[in-house]
Structures are given as C-alpha cells and as structure tokens.
C-alpha cells in the first residue's frame, strides 16, 4: 500500500478523494447538528460531537492497522512527545478554535480564514524542508487558489470586514495556523514512526481530549438520539478516518505545498455540497471558483 502513496501517477487521485470528503464533512457537521438537535451557541455540544468523531475516527484507524499488523515502529520512545504534540496541535487545538470561531463568525468569513491553512503551510514548508522549494510557480498558483476561495464568499454591495472580531476571526485564524503547524508535524512524524498508526493513535489522543472538555463544559441540553443522527456521525467518523488517513500519508512521500494546494478545494466544493445537499443557495461564481483553484494546484503541482 505504501507504493501507492509514494507514486506520483495516484497523488492527485487520492488528494482530490480527501478534499471531497472533507467538503462533504461540511454539510453533514450541519445534518448532525440538526439531528441531535445541538444549538449554534452550544459549544460544549460541539466540541463533545467533534470529540466523538475523532476519538473514534482514530480507532478504526488504529484499527485498520492492527489487521495489516501495522505498529507505530517507534525509532526511540522519546519520539512519544511528537506524537503527542501532534495529537495536541492537529486534533485538539486546530478543531477547539475551530468550533469557537465558528459561534462567533459568519459562513464566509470562517471559510476564508480556515482555507489560509493550505496557504500557510504551503510558505511555511517552503521555509523549512529541502525538497519544498518556493517558485514562482507556487506563488501564482497559491494566489490563483485563495482568490478562487475569496470569490466563492464576497457578494457585491456588502461590508466583509463587518463585526470583524477576535473570539470569531482571531479563533478561525488562529485554527488555519494551528492547522499549518499540524501539516508540518505530519512530515516530521512520519520520519520517526509509522505515520499510518501515529494518524490514528493521535486522532484518538485528540478526540478524547475534546471529549473531557466538552464534557466539563456540558451540553446546553440533553442530544437526541436517532438512527439518522447516528448514521451521520457515522458518514462523519469514517469521512475523518479515510481522509486523515490518506492526506497525512501524501504529505510523508511528496512535498507539502504538492499536497497542501488541493485543500483549496475544500471551501470550494463545500458550498456546492451545501446547496445540493441543504438547498442552500447555488451561484454562478462557485464553479468559476473551481476552475480557478484548480488552475492554481495545476500551477503548484507543474514541473
């Protein structure tokens, strides 16, 4: 399976795979929201449902690799503190910020902000490993990728920077960084350890810190509990375990910024699944949007 991974011929495949599922993720976070009947300002209830999905997501990664008799292959045990830091950065605090900017935040705006991620780690990458130059090449099409985004969000005659607020932007932003620094920890961790097996020891170390903050925090109300409701954390759970699964093994085998670019489709295809899906609103500028993301990761990923 590792051959997979390394080979260039099924890096976009399996890059586009995880930006679809995480687009998906989008609309059913908001069907299980309905479902289990969570309000918008409970955060407590949030981070308990996001505690859930990855404390679980990561066992069924772990999972999966008890059956391909896959360890973590530790080098040496002190190498534990980055998988901790890991969990720590890439579950944990990159989803808390998440969820309390997006109580405080609109839909346009938290998509934006989040999307700097890919876009951070991209520079940041290029700053630290040897084999992620940055070229002239990465600029544009970085920059061709997050104009694309911003298309999707700005609507003529409003005021964006409106209500602009610490505890809702500051939260996205500081999100997109924790979620930068995560990408990066991935490369270094998948030097030390099975990078498979790390995925899905620090996806549950993650979730389940979530899952004792949300509890301390305590639900606004009591869930609940329907077969629907617990088939879309299901599609959720599974959606965190292939994707998570997938990307953090792309970005062990080639140059981030070549892996990176793709979330720019995230933001893109998650208001197309939204109106598809939800019967929000679907607009014209959303597939010019795609076409320009896709010509920026077309630009990043050219020889």
């Not at 479902?35 to 308990?48: C, E, P, T, V």
């Not at 008890?66 to 944990?92: H, I, M, P, S, Y």
């Not at 305590?218 to 965190?240: D, E, K, Q």
Request: glycine share 10%; aromatic share 12%; charged share 15%.
């Amino acid at each position: 399976m590792e051959r997979i991974f390394k080979d260039n011929k099924y890096k976009t495949l399996l890059a586009v795979i995880c930006s679809v599922g995480w687009s998906l993720a989008y609309p059913f976070i908001k069907l299980g929201y309905q479902s289990f009947q969570i309000a918008s300002d409970d955060l407590g209830g949030k981070i308990l449902f996001a505690g859930i999905r990855f404390f679980m997501a990561g066992l069924f990664v772990m999972l999966f690799c008890a059956f391909r008799k896959t360890g973590l292959d530790l080098k040496d045990k002190k190498d534990l503190r980055w998988l901790l830091l890991l969990a720590l950065v890439n579950t944990t605090l990159h989803y808390m910020f998440a969820y309390i900017g997006l109580g405080y935040n609109s839909s346009a705006r938290s998509t934006i902000l989040d999307s700097l991620g890919g876009f951070i780690l991209i520079f940041l990458s290029a700053m630290i490993f040897a084999d992620d130059k940055m070229t002239t090449h990465k600029i544009i099409g970085s920059l061709l990728g997050l104009a694309g985004i911003v298309l999707i969000n700005i609507q003529p005659g409003e005021d964006f920077f409106k209500d602009v607020t610490f505890r809702g932007d500051g939260m996205i932003l500081l999100n997109a960084v924790f979620s930068a620094i995560g990408g990066l920890l991935t490369r270094i961790v998948s030097k030390k350890m099975n990078i498979m097996m790390a995925t899905g020891q620090s996806m549950a170390i993650g979730g389940a810190l979530m899952l004792v903050i949300g509890i301390i925090i305590g639900p606004a109300a009591p869930w609940v509990i329907t077969v629907r409701g617990l088939l879309i954390l299901l599609v959720l759970i599974m959606i965190s375990a292939v994707c998570f699964g997938i990307y953090n093994e792309l970005l062990a085998w080639h140059p981030i910024s070549q892996i990176a670019i793709y979330n720019a489709l995230i933001p893109v295809l998650g208001v197309i699944f939204a109106a598809l899906i939800l019967s929000e609103e679907l607009k014209w500028q959303y597939f010019l949007s795609v076409l320009m993301v896709a010509a920026g990761i077309y630009i990043v990923n050219r020889k």
